[in-house]
T-cell receptor, first 114, second 116 residues
């Protein structure tokens, strides 16, 4: 699976949009971009994933550049409860692999301030 | 989504003893579960893949005789830390995969192990 690069930490004001970048310049054509987050002392939580097109769900939006070498996770109206470590993970279509393992990097510590 | 539980949520044990951690899928039958370990201020590291009815697959550097995994049913996997030492103190998290329009992996709440 391709390696990702994320900033170590970011701050955001409550109510504002949080934009978390991720670089994955070595991504292959069959690799997806997944985002998870982990609130302190809890298990990770799935947020969103995409291949080429931008995606949106009730939690966030995922913007993938046309060359797919980077992406941005957008939390449109950040709340204090969004404070967490956000992991960007690139992986092949799990349906094509024998297992669905995830390889976590260091992620970005997002702190939402009042 | 899928509901995954872990028990216990916290455990303190003495060095040399063994500790069993349970991971249960409450609403889904999972043929495969994953066990991760997370040290303070570090990222999750996959320890092993637990397969129902067969032996677990361990990641490089993880001692299979120390971290015993039993996936006895489609809803239960257990991780036993044998002869625990203080360096085994960590946050242990299990997960399973449930297909939902693109495959999501659901994680348990984690178990905090402290070995004194």
């Amino acid at each position: 699976d391709a390696k990702t690069t994320q900033p170590t930490s970011m701050d955001c004001a409550e109510g504002r949009a949080a934009n978390l970048p991720c670089n994955h310049s070595t991504i292959s054509g069959n690799e997806y971009v997944y985002w998870y987050r982990q609130i302190h002392s809890q298990g990770p939580q799935y947020i969103i994933h995409g291949l080429k097109n931008n995606e949106t769900n009730e939690m966030a939006s995922l913007i993938i550049t046309e060359d797919r070498k980077s992406s941005t996770l957008i939390l449109p109206h950040a709340t204090l409860r969004d404070t967490a470590v956000y992991y960007c993970i690139v992986r092949v279509d799990p349906r094509e692999t024998s297992g669905s393992r995830l390889t976590f990097g260091e992620g970005t510590q997002l702190t939402v301030n009042p | 989504g899928a509901v995954v539980s872990q028990h216990p949520s916290r455990v303190i044990c003495k060095s040399g003893t063994s500790v069993k951690i349970e991971c249960r899928s409450l609403d889904f039958q999972a043929t495969t579960m994953f066990w991760y370990r997370q040290f303070p201020k570090k990222s999750l590291m996959l320890m092993a893949t637990s397969n129902e009815g067969s032996k677990a697959t361990y990641e490089q550097g993880v001692e299979k005789d120390k971290f015993l995994i039993n996936h006895a049913s489609l809803t239960l996997s257990t991780l036993t830390v044998t002869s625990a030492h203080p360096e085994d103190s960590s946050f242990y998290i299990c997960s399973l995969t449930k297909w939902g329009g693109g495959e999501e992996q659901y994680f348990g709440p984690g178990t905090r192990l402290t070995v004194t």
